[in-house]
């Protein structure tokens, strides 16, 4: 493992034991609770890796003190900010199959037609598209720059 990667779990860590960032978090634990909890705790259960698993544990635990009742709310499958998360996902899902269709529609009415390429659907990096990311992850940046 990469010492860089654990660097910045570390700097996070102690982001969240800054009393500064944390009593932001505090003023605006009704919105940055059901963002990040459910996330923090499934990571603390499934990361592969097992020291960042032990972070997000410890990261767990230290957002739980904070406020043990919307801690546990964050997690709650009802929660309605959750709810309309996979609202959203489902509608997306909905049309991306709409599209489908029509494409397929458009395929035998004209056997030449060919898909646009859009970089926003599920089956393509949005880094394709973007000339300045692919010289970043070709690590030609700098002489991007140059040039």
Known sequence: MRSDLLNIVDSVMRIF?????????????????PLFVPL????????????????????????RDLDPEKFEAAQ???????????????????????????DAKLKSADPSYERPAVPYRSDAL????????RHISQGSFSSHLMS
């Open 17 to 33: 034991k800054n009393t500064h960032f944390v009593g932001h978090l505090k003023r605006h634990i009704d919105t940055a609770f």
């Open 76 to 102: 709650d499958p009802t929660n309605p900010s959750l709810v309309s998360s996979a609202a959203r996902e489902q509608k997306r899902r909905r049309l991306d199959v709409q599209w489908e269709t029509l």
């Open 126 to 133: 949005l880094g394709d598209y973007n000339e300045l990311y």
């Open 40 to 63: 923090i705790v499934d990571l603390a259960v499934t990361h592969w890796f097992v020291v960042f698993r032990t972070k997000f544990v410890a990261l767990a635990t230290m957002i």
